[in-house]
């Protein structure tokens, strides 16, 4: 999932090629993508897109006073094309299109999703505030304040895991960077936000700001087809169950859950303890 660094680069690339250019056409294929009716898609017709930018996870492009927000959820992706087919493409069966937009003159981009589970949303409103998602973000990592965070997390009783992927908290960190963080912190994930010192917390803030600029930095100037190689090359735990960890050599360990899994280094998180992963302790019963 392209999580705050990704969506950063992506809205870098797009700002330099949407704006200033007029839309010619705009057409949803997976219906289901689509959000909001009122106003159609076909309001951003004939207008000139004026800045793009990011919210959180959010992609933001303002297009003549109206906004087009994309949340690119699990598994979508966004294919820049430097000349579109005539035909129209055809919707269903596997083709992963969610939504083309068609640029006067030549090109214009393909939203597409893989896979059966869909999750990509698209937006056309008057104001970004108006997406029930963007609404609810928190502060932005690369803009909150150590005061600001500080309160954030210290606030709340959950594992810290949790907290740094909870949008409402902070926008833009997802499963791979909160990983990140935590192992560029030393900290636990299972460790409890409200129990941080003021010297864990200025660490975590720390980890955070470094480990999603050094990202963004990577990214920075990567074609949108680039990025989710560069991204995956960057990490250092997570996604690396069962590989030496660059920091310490120990193995990099794995907690599974329903629906994802977290990665961490023993010894250099959770002082060498293993946290125990419910999926594998069931295959050994
Ligand atoms: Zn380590």
């Known amino acids: ?40 898609v076909t309001a ?25 927000v994309v949340h690119l959820a699990r598994a979508g992706w966004l294919r820049w094309r430097d000349s579109l087919p005539v035909e129209p493409p055809r919707p269903g ?8 937009v068609r640029l006067e003159g030549e090109g214009g981009f393909d939203l597409t999703e893989a896979g059966t589970k869909k999750g990509l949303a698209v937006y056309v409103v008057g104001d970004p505030g108006e997406v029930p998602g963007v609404a609810r973000l928190g502060p932005d990592p690369l803009e909150v304040g150590f005061e600001e965070f ?9 594992r810290i895991k949790g907290v740094l992927r909870d949008q409402s908290v902070l926008a833009g960190v997802g499963n791979a960077y909160s990983d990140e963080v935590l192992h560029a912190a030393r900290m636990s994930p299972y460790k409890v936000a409200s129990s941080l010192t003021e010297e864990e917390a200025a660490r975590l803030y720390e ?9 963004v930095e990577r990214s920075r100037g990567l074609a949108a087809g680039e990025l989710k190689a560069e991204k995956k090359l960057g990490l250092r735990v997570h996604g690396r169950t069962g590989q030496p960890c660059p920091v310490c050599g120990d193995t990099v ?14 010894t250099c998180q959770t002082g060498g303890k293993v946290l125990a992963d419910r999926r594998l302790s069931r295959l050994l019963k």
Do not use: W
């Open 207 to 215: 980890a955070l700001g470094g480990t999603l600029r050094e990202a």
């Open 44 to 68: 951003l017709v004939g207008r000139v897109v004026g800045a793009v930018g990011r919210r959180g996870k959010f992609l933001d492009v303002e297009v003549g006073g109206l906004h087009l």
């Open 1 to 40: 999932m392209p999580e705050l660094p990704e969506v950063e680069a992506l809205s870098a690339f797009l700002r330099q090629r949407l704006t200033g250019r007029v839309i010619a056409e705009v057409r949803p294929v997976a219906i289901s993508a689509l959000k909001t009716y009122d106003p159609p």
């Open 93 to 100: 069966g596997r083709n992963p299109l969610a939504l083309r």
């Open 253 to 266: 360990r794995e907690v599974s859950f329903a629906d994802s899994s977290l990665q961490y280094c023993p």
């Open 150 to 158: 500080a309160a954030l997390v210290r606030g709340d009783r959950r």
